[in-house]
């Protein structure tokens, strides 16, 4: 990738793009693609693909601690060691959280990627579309603002971002789980198709299918398929899931009409009050602490949920003294995630002669059933299931007694199958869930870090105990024997899926952003990313920002043309 010369000092553009995960790729990549000369801004680290992925294949035991969490990783990683995937291979995609404080009046889990890429290079890949069930939610049981937009408004852009980026699956059908444009699926294990069987035989209204990831199963727009090595973290120098650096970055790249500049902290977005539009940003260079100015017709902040409604909120001006496009005094606030980290365990007899051939990364899927149709609960929304069914490996002799050839022997043989279930539920909008700018903490550049006063509720418990109870019930329904629930009492932030804090809406009075997540207070400034979101479903919530960020390109440039912006 070419990147900007550091030594320049100010530079005009068409357009700029804060933040290089999913959003901000597809930003770069259709502003680009439509002649914009873009400038993209990344606090990151720069990754090339391919050659930058330096363990993309190294095995667990070539890793001098053996992947094992160290005392020095310890004290540098506080909060991303909350999560069981920080690791030695995965460490130096995540900031060291000395460089990245923040406070919690309420535990908070903020995971925060250190790489140009951002969390594309690190999410689960599962793509699912939110429906008309999601959109409407909010009006119809009046438990938040009602969504500027319904599915017929983004069935196009999900069609559009999916035939890009690739997406493995099965359509069912389902009205409140919406079809969408996959390659062939993945298959499901001999265990999982037993599960299968039984499953919708004793539960109507209950599926289970091959996840939709975003796996190719076939080679697609340049790219090959999967191996099914399941190493998905390490990156993928096969290009074989979608990433910025796999997909839209290139594609931006090709136009020659895109500047990247990594190491950038975006501190402020530029406000001319005369004109009430945003002319540039105010960027800290975190390797020299230089400051620069850059500008541009329009902006686009894709910095993730958290780090967009941090830049707001530091972006004051007289006009705005609360932050950027606050005259609602609701950024910031209504902060969701997705409560997870709830479910079961159970073990499965009747396939020992059965195996696994590869490592497929990708799992099974329960789409929502609860509050649909018939079925009433005493919480409002729902919930869906993944997980997967596997045979234990090597690693249970860890646990054994014994020594020498006899427990060399148990080792290579596989152990018993087992099936587990991950729920994830989804949490309401609340407007006391909330971040703010805390000035009594700077960061190692000067700036406010943040306060976070955010949890789960009343309703997220009584969903939480249905989701556990559920997982249970299934697995013994379809034969597992010794079940194990469990519950790791998630907080927000645990599922990383950060929502919320600049909600578009119908109403400037109660929302950030309109229906084409363009500021209501300044209309050259887009917001793409989690923090447009109204409320949060059950689905993981990224494939809804890449069409909300494709459409969003799509009438600013519009607006340009009709010299509305």
Request: proline content about 4%; overall charge positive.
């Amino acid at each position: 990738m070419t990147h900007l010369n550091l030594s320049a000092k100010k530079h005009t553009y068409d357009a700029i793009v804060i933040g290089s995960g999913i959003s901000g790729g597809w930003a770069a990549k259709e502003l680009t693609e439509k002649g914009m000369k873009t400038l993209m801004l990344d606090r990151g680290k720069p990754l090339e693909h391919v050659t930058g992925y330096g363990e993309a294949n190294l095995d667990p035991w070539a890793y001098e601690h053996r992947e094992r969490r160290t005392i020095e990783e310890a004290k540098d990683y506080y909060i991303q060691m909350r999560k069981p995937y920080f690791s030695e291979r995965t460490k130096g995609y995540w900031f060291k959280d000395a460089d990245a404080p923040y406070t919690e009046t309420k535990r908070f889990d903020w995971f925060r990627p250190s790489r140009v890429g951002g969390k594309s290079l690190l999410w689960g890949r599962q793509c699912y579309r939110l429906g008309d069930i999601d959109f409407e939610a909010n009006v119809k049981d009046g438990l938040g603002a009602d969504w500027p937009v319904r599915y017929k408004d983004l069935e196009k852009w999900y069609d559009y971002v999916e035939r890009f980026v690739g997406i493995s699956g099965e359509n069912l059908d389902l009205d409140h789980f919406p079809n969408q444009q996959l390659l062939p699926p993945m298959d499901l294990n001999i265990v999982e198709k037993s599960v299968k069987v039984q499953l919708e035989k004793k539960f109507a209204g209950r599926y289970l299918t091959i996840g939709r990831v975003a796996n190719l199963t076939q080679a697609h727009n340049g790219r090959s398929a999967c191996n099914y090595r399941n190493m998905c973290m390490n990156g993928c120098p096969y290009s074989a899931y979608f990433s910025s650096q796999s997909s839209t970055l290139p594609a931006a790249m090709a136009t020659k009409k895109l500047t990247l500049r990594p190491q950038s902290i975006v501190n402020s977005i530029l406000y001319d009050a005369k004109k009430n539009r945003a002319k540039g940003v105010l960027v800290i260079d975190s390797e020299t602490g230089e400051r620069h100015e850059f500008y541009a017709k329009i902006i686009f902040v894709c910095a993730s949920t958290i780090g967009s409604t941090w830049l707001l909120l530091n972006s004051k001006t007289p006009q705005y003294p609360n932050g950027l496009g606050n005259s609602s005094g609701v950024l910031g606030h209504y902060l969701m995630d997705h409560q997870s980290q709830i479910g079961a365990f159970g073990t499965m007899e009747g396939f020992e002669d059965k195996y696994l051939f590869g490592r497929r990364p990708n799992g099974l899927y329960i789409p929502r059933y609860r509050n649909i149709g018939d079925d009433k609960q005493k919480y409002a929304r729902g919930y869906g299931f993944q997980g997967g069914a596997s045979r234990q490996g090597w690693q249970r002799v860890l646990n054994e007694s014994g020594f020498g050839e006899d427990l060399k022997n148990r080792a290579t043989e596989p152990g018993q199958w087992s099936v587990g279930l991950y729920s994830f539920g989804e949490c309401l909008p609340y407007f006391e869930n909330k971040m703010t700018l805390n000035t009594q903490l700077l960061d190692k550049w000067g700036q406010p870090t943040i306060t976070f006063d955010a949890e789960f509720k009343e309703n997220e418990r009584l969903m939480k105990q249905d989701m556990k109870n559920d997982s249970v019930e299934m697995l013994a329904a379809v034969g597992c024997k010794d079940i194990r629930p469990y519950d790791n009492n998630a907080v927000l932030g645990g599922s990383i899926h950060e929502m919320g804090t600049a909600r578009m809406g119908k109403d400037p009075k109660q929302s950030v952003l309109n229906a084409f997540n363009q500021m209501h207070d300044c209309k050259n400034v887009f917001v793409t990313d989690g923090s447009a979101m109204v409320s949060s479903s059950c689905v993981n919530p990224s494939l809804t920002y890449m069409a909300l960020t494709a459409r969003a390109v799509y009438y600013a440039l519009g607006q340009m043309k009709k010299g509305e912006i």
